[in-house]
């Protein structure tokens, strides 16, 4: 028996290429570090829907309750735009969030020095180390609260309880404590209930974390203050919808979209990585993709899932190595080499 069994959610558009690189890196790492991985694949978002009708099958459900991680690539695609909102492929992906308890989403936004010319911003406001890491709440809020719509209406709810805000607050300054010790917390508590209770939850845990430097925000100051001064960000918790929102945002000022990973966690071992980009159906099959994000999300997996923290870094070591010189066309600079979703899996490999 290996010593670690992966789900494989390959998804739509260009998932299956990004996910294929990454199994690549992985079992290198394997190799490498003296562990063993077994996979299996399952049908998650538009490729569900088409094989069985629904974007989340039972299947799925149960062997990723069954593995020790799973590894997504991404859902979606214009094809499947016509489908009911419950029956869209993004209804699948809530759908496992939920299925498997993965509460906590671990949105880190780090610039990779080689890509600093990326950002949009300037260099002197990103400064030398941009290291944000965004806890997004991900199985509460208006995603999961209760919808309707009538005639010529339609709503969504935004319901928190006090349980749910106190465990994403104590993952936040669980990781703060970890890293430089200042959480941020989002919220718009000078508007709404929710977050009014929020911003009491949070407070009444800081107790237990005497360490570490609190302060609030409402999300529209935290929107501006990203591009005005990252530099005064270490840890930010926030809700389910302003995480979204404020992910894509520090995702830009780190220079690309396809750079970036994610870990959605449980409070056990069992969690679930993938990029925060889409599945970008324009470019789905053209072997012109970005895998980094996903490699990325491996080696998030390495360290937070499988214990494996030295073939976590030296993952990350090996693309930092890797861009120097080589970069896919989303990235791209005259005079590196522009290379393949599938040659960047393999230089990859061959760094590590
Ligand atoms: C994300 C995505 C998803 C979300 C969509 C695809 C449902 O935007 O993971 O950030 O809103 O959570
Ligand atoms: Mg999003």
Redesign the pocket.
């Known amino acids: 028996m290996a010593d670690y069994k992966i789900t494989l959610l390959k998804g739509d558009g260009i998932g299956p290429e990004i996910v294929d690189q990454a199994v690549k890196v992985l079992d290198k790492a394997a190799d490498k570090f003296g562990f063993t991985v077994e996979y299996d694949e399952a049908l998650l978002g538009g490729c569900a829907i088409d094989a069985t009708g629904v974007p989340l099958p039972d299947e799925t459900v149960a062997k990723c309750k069954a593995s020790d991680s799973v590894i997504l690539g991404?859902?979606?695609g214009p094809k499947w735009d016509d489908q009911p909102g419950n029956n869209r492929?993004?209804?699948g992906?809530?759908g496992i969030?939920g299925a498997l308890g993965l509460f906590a989403?671990l949105?880190p936004s780090v610039i990779f020095g080689p890509l600093k010319s990326a950002s949009p911003i300037k260099d002197e406001i990103i400064g030398d180390n941009m290291d944000i890491m965004i806890v997004?709440e991900?199985t509460g809020g208006i995603?999961f609260g209760e919808r309707g719509k009538s005639d010529d209406a339609a709503w969504d709810t935004e319901k928190y309880s006090v349980a749910e805000i106190e465990r994403i607050a104590r993952v936040a300054f669980d990781m703060a404590m970890k890293r430089n010790k200042k959480l941020t917390s989002v919220d718009k508590a000078n508007v709404l209930e929710s977050s009014r209770l929020w911003r009491k939850t949070v407070i009444e845990v800081s107790k237990d974390y005497p360490e570490v430097e609190l302060n609030h925000m409402y999300v529209d100051n935290c929107a501006m203050q990203l591009v005005r001064n990252p530099k005064q960000f270490d840890v930010i918790v926030t809700s389910?919808?302003f995480?979204?929102i404020l992910?894509?945002e520090a995702s830009m000022i780190a220079g690309s979209i396809g750079m970036l990973a994610?870990a959605s966690l449980s409070g056990g071992k069992l969690g679930l990585y993938?990029p925060?980009h889409?599945s970008a159906p324009d470019i789905a099959g053209l072997g012109i993709a970005n895998p980094l994000a996903t490699i990325l999300s491996v080696a998030m997996m390495l360290r937070y899932s499988l214990n494996q923290p030295e073939a976590a870094v030296a993952i990350e070591n090996a693309v930092a190595k890797v861009l120097v010189e080589n970069r896919t066309p989303d990235i791209f600079e005259e005079g590196l080499n522009k290379v393949t979703c599938s040659e960047m899996g393999d230089l990859v490999c061959q760094a590590l």
Request: aromatic share 4%.
């Open positions: 991404a859902v979606g492929p993004e209804a992906l809530l969030r989403n949105r997004r991900l995603y389910n919808i995480g979204d992910s894509d994610s993938e925060i889409g």
